[in-house]
């Protein structure tokens, strides 16, 4: 009786020594049809990613590209988005993954498995190392890197906020995490940015991991530790968001400006309201559309797809911010 | 006739969770393209690692009548304990091998302090195994985030990342059977990749604990325990010493995931385990163990930890959101304890 599980145990092993045979027939019979399927992995269930999947899916319609579209992962980071690459790559057939990786590192060696068992990967949004993938590095594989110029965004964010602020006083910044490329990049452009004003300086940098609440709270902190404090950069969704709850919170709305970056209608509103002074509006359907279409060219036509894809981005004032124009940078599903 | 139909009810009330990860296994095998494939296969048994490593310690702990809700967090911690420790070591000029080994004894080692302290807190001040290993979640996790100033550990030697994700055989058409290196290929040539490093790992150590539960001296006594606390004690077992180890048995499986959680993912992180607690006990009580001690064994916890993940993983090729893996195990959990509770009974009223 005790016997039993380690008999299914023995036979899972079997199954999987004795069935590689069966598969490798089945994908090669996939590979033999014509049509090209696209997988896309988001970094997180957030409206960002769900308007780069809005983006993807257009331009696959488009060009007649089969789509799949991976479950969202609920936090960020490796151990909710590896597990979710994983099996969506078990499906077998794709032929281009589409992936903002949650790590800089941690993402390198399950890519690279998939690149070598023949499958072409685009990192959006976020990329792998550095993200020179013109180099030969462990992490060069990558067909292309499509998203912001984040580090530009942030010199710009630190410009508009200097100017909004009179070009003097002490700054905080709320952003997510340390080991992912985009959200550093913004932070190290704002702090390159903001030293070319001498009265202003950034006082301190908090890492929420992608959680609001955690925002919320360390802004608070911040806040009552240096109540001089004039302007904060959030720089992602949750981070801007749990910045504006946290200002408003302690009444300090219109005495602490702030930037922030991603056009979600929870931010445009607050903008609208005043609670937000300055929104930084990516452009995720533009990224998840470009994406789609090098893969397509590269399969297609063969064509050399740049190793850097840079979509530019859009700012978000009081004064702009009703213009019809700019509605469709307002991030939808 | 009468007896036949007892033994019939008590045979699947027995083997029920084996049925049902068979079904399981059937189930997704029609519904999820991929999931019946070497590949589906190894995912459940690589991404599985955690919470198998975490519901075998808990086996011990539960076998004992106690519980131990400090699993996760302690994962967490020993995730940034041998995170830090590598980087230090790399840092200091040691070889990147060297320096993940080391790092990882030590960390083995240092993952016995907090069952040490749940099992004192247990055996010598009578605090209830609940209220101990409660506190010990949050003490965890404060260490944790004051080690890592609320940042991930990071900058891991890139070895790490290649051992977590790396495999014990490559076979290759025509190149042979290579060990521990994937053999030089050309891309999108087929590769069969057997047996990743930390399914090696995990599988080692439960067989060996599996062995110290069911064959020496202290597994009997663990059980002896749970059973009959004042038996134990009149057969003379040093029931407060033995207590103490049970629990440091439980941390050390949960430093251990911590351990492979670094190596698959090159970083430490506070929550890393959090998730899976629930995972980590239900698996113990879906694999039959009774909450009130006494009963379980490793190869049914591995059987219930198995039917979670075989249901993550499905649902997951089959692209349905993970939700509803929540509620699934919730449901099972609560079926697994009343076919435990109910059947028996009703059997032996007959």
């Known amino acids: 009786m005790k016997k039993i599980p380690v008999l299914v145990l023995v036979l899972l092993f079997a199954a999987s020594l004795g069935l590689p045979l069966f598969a490798g027939g089945a994908q090669e019979a996939v590979g033999e049809e014509e049509e090209l399927t696209f997988a896309f992995v988001p970094g997180i269930a957030d409206p960002f990613y769900f308007t780069m999947e809005r983006g993807i899916r257009q331009k696959a319609d ?51 498995k998939l690149h070598e068992q023949g499958i072409e990967i685009i990192t959006v949004d976020t990329f792998l190392g550095d993200g020179d993938y013109s180099k030969d590095t462990e992490y060069s594989f990558p067909l292309a890197y499509i998203g912001t110029d984040n580090h530009l965004g942030g010199v710009r964010v630190a410009e508009h906020l200097a100017e909004m602020l009179g070009e003097k006083g002490k700054l905080y910044i709320n952003t997510t995490n340390p080991d992912v490329s985009s959200v550093s990049a913004r932070v190290a452009g704002f702090k390159e940015g903001i030293t070319n004003f001498p009265n202003m300086e950034v006082i301190g940098v908090d890492y929420n991991l992608d959680v609001q609440q955690k925002a919320m709270e360390q802004t608070l902190s911040a806040l009552q530790k240096n109540p001089d404090i004039v302007g904060v950069f ?57 994406a ?32 019809p124009d700019m509605q469709k940078f307002i991030y939808k599903k | 006739m009468k007896n036949r139909k007892k033994s019939l009810a008590e045979f699947f009330a027995d083997r029920w969770a084996l049925f049902f990860l068979v079904a399981e296994i059937v189930f997704f095998a029609i519904v999820s393209r991929g999931f019946l494939t070497p590949r589906g296969i190894q995912i459940i048994f690589f991404f599985g690692t955690s919470v198998f490593l975490l519901s075998v310690g ?40 060297a320096a993940i080994l080391v790092g990882m004894v030590l960390t083995f080692i240092i993952s016995l302090l907090p069952g040490l302290i749940n099992g004192s807190l247990v055996a010598f001040l009578k605090v209830p195994p609940f209220i101990a290993t409660f506190s010990m979640i949050g003490i965890s996790h404060g260490v944790s985030e004051l080690l890592i100033e609320g940042v991930p550990a990071k900058n891991l030697p890139h070895l ?20 521990f290196s994937r053999p030089e290929l050309e891309r999108g040539e087929h590769v069969l990749e ?128 993970t939700f509803d893996k929540y509620i699934l195990v919730g449901v099972i959990l609560i079926g697994a304890v009343l076919v435990d509770q109910i059947i ?4 032996e009223e007959e």
């Open chain 1, 62 to 112: 488009e060009l007649g590209v089969n789509l799949i579209v991976s479950e969202y992962p609920k936090s960020w980071g490796p151990e909710a988005q590896v597990p979710i690459l994983e099996a969506t790559a078990a499906r077998g057939g794709i032929d281009l993954i589409m992936i903002a990786p949650t790590s800089v590192d941690a993402l390198i060696a399950p890519l690279k």
């Open chain 1, 234 to 290: 959030g720089t992602n969704v949750f981070s801007a968001q749990g910045v504006y709850q946290a200002v408003v919170n302690a009444g300090l709305t219109g005495a602490v400006k702030i930037a922030s970056w991603d056009a979600t209608e929870t931010l445009i509103n607050a903008l609208k309201e005043g609670q937000v002074d300055l929104v930084l509006a990516q452009k995720p359907a533009e990224i998840g559309s470009m």
């Open chain 1, 292 to 323: 789609v279409d090098w893969g397509y060219k590269f399969f297609t036509e063969n064509a050399d797809v740049p190793n850097k894809v840079i979509p530019g981005f859009e700012f978000f004032t009081k004064e702009n911010v009703n213009d």
């Open chain 2, 58 to 97: 808990e086996t011990f702990v539960i076998i004992t009548g106690g519980i131990d809700l400090s699993v996760g967090f302690v994962m967490g911690f020993a995730s940034i304990v041998a995170a830090k420790l590598i980087v230090v070591f790399t840092e200091s000029g040691m070889a990147p091998a």
């Open chain 2, 160 to 179: 790490a990342n290649v051992i977590g994700n790396g495999h014990l055989f490559y076979y290759a058409r025509g190149k042979g059977m290579s060990i």
């Open chain 2, 194 to 321: 057997l047996l990743p490093n930390i399914v090696i790992i995990t599988f080692i150590l439960i067989a060996v604990f599996s062995f110290i539960l069911k064959r020496t001296r202290y597994g009997q006594h663990t059980y002896a325990i749970g059973g009959n606390v004042d038996a134990a004690l009149r057969s003379g077992i040093n029931v407060k010493r033995h207590l103490v180890t049970v629990y440091m048995v439980s941390s050390f499986f949960a430093g251990a995931a911590g351990v492979i959680y670094m190596l698959q993912y090159v970083t430490g992180k506070a929550d890393a385990g959090a998730a899976l607690l629930l995972d980590g006990i239900a698996a113990v009580v879906i694999g039959g163990a009774s909450l009130y001690g006494g009963k379980g064994t490793i190869w049914r916890t591995i059987l219930g930890a198995l039917i979670i993940a075989t249901l993550e993983t499905g649902l997951r090729i089959r692209g349905v959101p």
């Open chain 2, 344 to 347: 028996p009974e009703r059997v």
